[in-house]
């Protein structure tokens, strides 16, 4: 079995302020970016060209991403998420709600749930179908700085400036458990492709694996910058994190140790995506730039 990964860089893209987030498309073809200075925009992977931007927010853009149709979701600072057709143009629906800035959002790999988080402390679904309001989950005791939803759509993690991560149910619209360990907020969270496991990105230096059921599995090696977001890849192996010092870190889920190291951005990273055939990386930084990544592994 492989147990090296390579990162090569291919190309790099630009925004006119910070870029907070990037996603590729379900068929692999078009890479979405996010930034502060209040747009998205589409990149063509094939020509590396841009395709079109998505403009209607009014103020940063800290998320966007894809439902399984192909349909994108942005959220922004302006207290508002959108959705737009796959091929850019005018948003097809706006969700608002948020009582202060909203700082995260995810999109649900199957379905059509989203979530969201901010300022007010509470996580927010939304059906992307029907363009309603699903629940206001309440719990945090500080702002919302990271969502994630699993992909069969069935568990929903938030990430707080509370130190905390809570899992809840949005069927019932409960909550399942409290997870604590971190020392500092939490900034980042993925699901695995197989919803077996969560990893949890921390401004105390470290990220931590845990169980879908909120079980402590490794702490990797904990480093002096805060880690602002992680990734897994599709076939599990290999779990990618960003810091505050514009390193990339690859780590295996048995390895507390990272494996390899990149000195990707001028600063922080605060987005990492995995094209869905795991050959390609993208990450995003407050230097403006986002950066295309070959993946290979021997």
């Known amino acids: 079995m492989p147990d090296t990964l390579r990162l090569e860089r291919l190309c790099s893209f630009t925004h006119n302020n910070a870029v907070y987030w990037t996603a590729f498309s379900p068929d692999g073809e078009t890479l979405a970016t996010a930034s502060l200075d209040n747009t998205a925009r589409l990149w063509n992977l094939s020509t590396r060209e841009l395709l079109g931007t998505l403009i209607g927010h009014g103020d ?13 979701v942005t959220a922004s600072l302006d207290q508002s998420l959108k959705c737009w057709p796959a091929e850019g143009g005018a948003a097809l629906m706006t969700f608002s709600g948020h009582q202060g800035y909203l700082t995260c959002a995810s999109a649900a790999r199957t379905g059509t749930l989203l979530a969201s988080g901010g300022f007010d402390k509470t996580v927010r679904l939304w059906d992307a179908q029907s363009n309603l309001a699903v629940a206001v989950l309440s719990g945090h005791d500080d702002t919302v700085q990271c969502v994630a939803i699993n992909n069969v759509g069935k568990l929903v993690a938030s990430g707080s400036e509370d130190h905390s991560i809570r899992l809840w149910d949005p069927e019932s619209k409960s909550l399942l458990k409290t997870i604590t360990g971190h020392a500092g907020a939490i900034e980042g969270l993925a699901f695995s492709f197989d919803d ?36 897994f890849s599709p076939n599990g192996r290999w779990l990618v994190s960003g810091s505050s010092d514009g390193t990339l870190r690859v780590w295996q889920p048995a390895n507390p140790r990272a494996v390899l ?25 407050f230097d403006r730039t986002i950066h295309l990544w070959s993946v290979t592994s021997e």
Do not use: Q
């Open 196 to 231: 077996r496991l969560l990893a949890s990105a921390s401004a105390d230096g470290s990220v931590r694996l845990w169980t879908t059921a909120g079980d402590p599995v490794t702490v990797f090696e904990s480093k002096s910058c805060r880690v602002k977001s992680v990734v």
């Open 261 to 285: 190291e990149i000195p990707a951005h001028k600063n922080t990273i605060y987005g990492v995506a995995f094209s869905p055939d795991g050959t390609l990386f993208a990450s995003a930084g």
């Open 60 to 72: 940063g853009v800290a998320f966007v991403g894809y439902l399984a149709d192909g349909r994108i």
